[in-house]
């Protein structure tokens, strides 16, 4: 039994099912306060230098801050999140799915602290809820602005080089970020990762072997070793009185000096 299926054992009962409805809900929220122009989404970023100020609902508010985009844009976001997130909800169990969201919440008010006056919100958690998808379902097909079928493996894949280019180019501010927007990923997948890895090495080893057995010839000229590979419509004989016996090709069978080996 792993950590995970005992800390489930003793705490699973306080698990919150449906946690990404919640959360959309929560964001539907703050955007309709801020289209009204009833808030400034600034006031409910996570920024650990006002947090240590006073402003400690920042800590509870950040992951409700929503997409600023137009209606139509966010409802798309949201309906991405929901489906992402409810298939992994679906496929872990409520407790499993939590942890995974706590650790993307803790990492993100970890890196806060780390860099008390940078601005920090949702994009990572929900990058996280998207990589952790691609992992487990990587040939799912969405409806990009519901017209554009795309595989959601590739969508990953250039998220993955945006955060490689983030990683080298950037400052350490956006590398602790990009870290903490991973840690939860690395955290429930790295196993699987590595035995991929392995098993992937092992196909290609024993493709490369398969390779050359089917490039390996099987006649071969002692004298000049043409090969029924390297030329195929060449004859071949063997030669009984050479110990052991010798291929020769139809040139050097018959004027070619026996080899005997005691």
């Keep these: 039994m792993s950590l995970l299926d005992k800390i489930e ?3 699973g009962r306080f698990s919150v099912p449906h946690l990404t409805l919640y959360i959309i809900i929560g964001q539907a929220l ?3 306060l801020w289209i009204t122009k009833r808030i400034n989404l600034d006031v409910i970023f996570l920024i650990a230098g006002r947090v240590l100020d006073g402003q400690v609902w920042r800590l509870f508010t950040f992951p409700f801050v929503p997409p600023e985009w137009n209606a139509v ?3 798309f976001a949201w309906y991405l999140f929901f489906l ?9 169990g409520a407790f499993r799915y939590n942890i995974f969201l706590l650790i993307a919440y803790l990492t993100t008010v970890g890196v806060s602290f780390i860099t008390p006056e940078m601005p920090m919100t949702n994009a990572y958690i929900g990058g996280s809820v998207f990589l952790a998808f691609v992992f487990l379902y990587p040939d799912f097909t969405v409806y990009l602005f519901f017209l554009l079928p795309v595989k959601v493996k590739w969508l990953a894949l250039v998220t993955w080089i945006g955060y490689f280019i983030g990683f080298v180019l950037g400052g350490w501010a956006t590398r602790l970020t990009i870290l903490a927007s991973v840690a939860n990923f690395l955290l429930f997948f790295g196993r699987d990762i590595i035995l991929r890895i392995k098993s992937a090495r092992r196909r290609m080893g024993l493709q490369a072997q398969q390779l ?5 010839p099987f ?3 002692t004298v000049c070793g043409k090969t029924d590979k390297s030329h195929p419509d060449a004859e071949f004989r063997y ?3 050479c110990k052991p016996t010798r291929c020769y090709c139809k040139d050097h069978v018959c004027d070619h000096e026996h080899i005997i080996k005691l």
């Design 9 to 11: 054992k003793k705490l």
């Design 30 to 32: 703050f955007y309709i």
């Design 73 to 75: 844009f966010a409802f």
């Design 84 to 92: 992402m997130g409810t298939a992994l909800e679906n496929q872990w």
């Design 212 to 216: 050359v057995r089917d490039n390996k």
């Design 219 to 221: 006649h071969r000229c």
């Design 239 to 241: 030669c009984g009185q």
